[in-house]
Every structure is written in structure tokens, then in C-alpha cells.
């Protein structure tokens, strides 16, 4: 029968496209009825050649690959076309046949297989257009042309004693199973009749474990596969899969044993290599025991140093808990309404505590104290700070107030109060670093004055009811605490019946949105100028709101403390 037109493939060189070359050579073999020596040589040029291709000539980045393969007049000819690096097959020395299976050159067994298999072989590269191409040929024999077989056979240890009539018989007999890359074999637990002997290609050798899969073994050609099964008759102890394109050697149960009963060397030879595969595994699986356990107890060290440092953090938050519960203690409980006036006070504390407080003290004669201040920092220390700084303050102003001398003289009496408390605070506790911001005003009620100390604070502001114009109450001295004896002068204005007085921290004017952006002084100012408020509730509602609403879903990073004054129907 003659073929002329035969039948080609181009593909892309590369692993994944191999599969189309195994469906290929399947087309091929049925449409050609070839010999099992023809599909043999077919099978090892798609195998060994084309597998060089991929891997040296493109060196596995890829390039076109072209096979045409006829049949006329009984002659199977395949043509291999590549434009990658040129390989003269002719050019490549002989495999050591008698180096073990693990020292041999990749690739050279395959050519050699293929020159021995084949009738011929030519090989020709064209300088002008790049294109290497390789010819084999076969022709359709009655007389199995299975020396190259016997021979490949004859040099595996496990054949070493085996006559050479057995060895023959053995390969006219028996199957060639042709595997595509990643095609199974056989897959773990399944039962097994039958063993392999891989003649081409590689193929691995995986077992599942609970949460991966390893590789316990990389066949190479003269490698024996499934003999466990037919020795012990339990079912097969791992998954056999091409990692590339394979052709093996199937041995069926029955001529395994026979060969085993009549050859002892063979038995001892399969014994050995079977022993050194358990070493192999158990020290595999030892290794990755004991590094298991290393990960594991330090797995264990990490979890209990974390546990302790769990403990750590609750036993903090719970005293932080307990701060900020003591801190809201120092904020007075119910806010003086003198005659005729609001005075409204907030504080939002940001998640840690902090260093914000404000104070409304009686002051005797009528007269009220009013305290916005800011310590620096956040934090325990900060609060412990507040805590100091607010009792000495009250507690100074209180004892001050009681005497007559001074009552009478609101300026003389803020001056004394905080000069007493920031001598207190520099001389005592000078080494903590730590210094207060803070406004502290004596308001009273009858004549709407109110005299004043600003200690570093930003200015409160007084807003003009009709106008909307805005007063600042500039700084008359520097933040408590910085040193002993700084000079703190008192000031004093008229908050007249159309006014509203608005003391705040930096925590309103510094707040941040989630974009980064800074609520500041503008901001704050054209709340005042342009918000809808009437008294000292509403003028803090509106600016609480603004500056809530310009934050939105961001993390409040400071305390916020806000205190308005406005007089009752202005
Ligand atoms: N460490 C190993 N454990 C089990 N089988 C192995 C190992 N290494 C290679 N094999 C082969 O994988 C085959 C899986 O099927 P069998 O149990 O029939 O025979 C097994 C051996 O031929």
C-alpha cells in the first residue's frame, strides 16, 4: 500500500503541546497499520528527538516544529523539522551502555536507540533558512528487528543473567505503552497484574500524603515499575505518571515469575533495587518527619510566647480601661449654670487615653473658672499628667478664692493659681518632660468679664452673634511645666451679651479624614462664621457635627475637647 500524501504537524515546541504529537503518532499507527516496530520507532522519535528539540535546540523557550510522515511501498519515513540550535545525530558519541542509569548523558541513550531502530537516518541543516531537518526511516519487516531491545535489556542489571533467548521472547512479547507528559500509569491503591521496564522518557513516582504530594522517585529508561505489586500482591504503593513523554515495557504477572524462579540473580538484583527504594523512602520520610517536628515545636515556642504576649496586651488594655475610667472622673460631673448663662462642655477621648481635660470651678463671689487644656503626648503618662495638672489647678484656684485678698482680683487670682501649679509641676516633676497647654479663665456672670491666663493654648474664640466677626484670646505665657517661675500675665475682656466664647483643643483642628486631609483652622472658622447656632449648645453641636462629618469612618487620633459660653436669649 502506498501513502504519498502523508500526514503532518506543526506545533509550537514546548512540553504542554506534546500531547498533540502522542495523539498524533496514535492517528498515525492506525491510519498507517504500522508494524509494532514501526510505531516503535515513531514513538521513539517523538519521544527522544523531538524532546531534544524542546530542550536543547530551543532550550525550552520554544520555536515551530514541523513532522511529515509517509508510508509508501511498506517505508515509514518521518520527517523532523526545527529551526533551533543544529544537532547532528551522526555527531553524537555513543552512550557508555554499561554506566549506571543515574551517570548516563540525558538524551544520548534515546539517539541511540533511534539509530539502532531505525533503517536509516539523515540529517541535513540549510545555512539560508535556519530549518534543520532530520529524516528517519523504517521499513515494514516480518523479522522483528528487536536486537536494539535485547541489547537495551541485556545491560540492565536486572538482566544481567538472563539468557538471551528469554530476553528475546520477552520483548516480542511484550506491549508498548506509550504515556503522553502527565498521563497516569497506574494511580496508588489500584491492583497490579503487570510490571514496566521504561525504555524511554522519564516518569515519576507520587504518593499523597494527608496534605501534599512527594515525589519519591525519577524513573529514568531502565527503570523497573510495579514489580512491588506482583511481589507482595497487595495493591499498587504509589502513582506512576509521565513526566515526559514515556514509552515502557509492559511485563505481565506471568512472565515476571517466570523469570524470577528461573533466574535468581534477577530475583536478588530486583530485591536489591527494591531494599535501596525503602531506604530511600524511609530516610525521606524520616527527614521530613524530623523537620516536621523542628516546625512543630517551634510552631509550639511561638504560640506561647504569643499566648504571653496575649496576656500582656489584655492585662494593658484593662488597666487602659481602668485610665480612662479615672480620667473621665477628673471631668467635673455637672456643669455650673451661672444666671442667665449656658456653659456646655465636651470631651471625646480617642481610643487611648489621653491628655485632654476641661474644668468648671466655682470660684466664689459668683465667679466662675474655666479650664481647656491639653498635655502633651497620649497615653498612661499623659493621663497621670492631666491628673496631676487638673488637681493641683482646682485645688490651687479653690484655696486662692477663699482668700479675701485675692478673691476680689480675678487677674491676680489666675496668676497665682497657675504660677503655683507650674512651679509645683517644673520643680517636682520637671525630669518627666512633660509640660500642659492650657486656658484658664475667671468668668463672671454679673458683668459678663472674663479675665484670663493662656498658658500656651490655642486661642479660645469669641464669636460676634450679628457679625460673625471672631476675637482670639491670644497666649499670655507658656506651657505648664517647662520650668519653675515663667511670668504668666492675666488678661482681661468683656464676653458682651451677643457673644459666644469657644475654648477647644488641637484634637478639633488637627482631626484627620481618611484621605489625610487636616480639619484646621479654616475649617473651624467657617463653621463659626457661617453655622447655624444660637446659644452655647448649639454653636458646640455645630462644631462637634463638622468636624465629625469631615472625619467620617477615620480613626479619631486625638482627644477632643470642646467648651462654649453664651449668654441665656443673646
Ligand atoms: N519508595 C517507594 N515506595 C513504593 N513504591 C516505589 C517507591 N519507589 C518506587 N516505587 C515504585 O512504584 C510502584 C508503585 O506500584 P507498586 O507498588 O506495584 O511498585 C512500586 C515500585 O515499583
Sequence with gaps: MAISEGRSIEIDARWENLAALTDYTTEIETEFALTSEQAFVLGLVIEEIVTNIIKY??????????LHSTLENGELAIRILDRGQPFNPDDADPPDLFASIHDRQVGGLGVFLVREMAD?????HDDASGWNTLIVTKKASTEASIAPLVEF??????????DQATIQNLVQSAEHVRLAPGETLFSEGDSGDDCYIVMAGDVDVIKALATETILLERCRPGAILGEMAL????PRAASVRARTAATLLRITEAEFVTLMHANPTTAMALLRGG??????????????????NLELASAYEELKSAQQELLRLERIERELAIARDIQRFFLPPNIPQPEGWQIVAFNQGALEVGGDFYDVIKLGGNKIGLVVA??????????LFVALTRSLLHSNAQSLAARPEIATDPLALLTAAITMTNNYISREHGASNMFTTLFFAAFDPQTGELAYVNAGHNPPIIINRTSRTLRYLEGTGLPLGIMEDLPYKAKSTILAADEYFLGFTDGATEAFN?????????ALTNVLKNGDFHDAQSLLDSVWRAIES?????????????????????
Design 514 to 522: 481618611l484621605a489625610g486631609e487636616v480639619f484646621d483652622d479654616a
Design 57 to 66: 535546540s530551543y532550550a525550552e523557550q520554544g520555536g515551530p516544529l514541523q
Design 153 to 162: 535489556l541485556e545491560q540492565l542489571p536486572l538482566f544481567h543473567e538472563v
Design 550 to 570: 469631615f472625619v467620617g469612618e477615620a480613626e479619631q487620633a486625638d482627644d477632643i475637647t470642646l467648651l462654649t459660653v453664651s449668654r441665656n436669649g443673646s
Design 231 to 234: 511481589i507482595d500482591n497487595s
Design 120 to 124: 536509516s537516518i539523515t540529517y541535513h
Design 275 to 292: 531494599t535501596t527504594r525503602l531506604r530511600q523512602a524511609n530516610a525521606q520520610m524520616l527527614g521530613g518527619l524530623e523537620k516536621k
Design 374 to 383: 491639653d498635655a502633651c503626648g497620649k497615653g498612661v503618662p499623659a493621663a
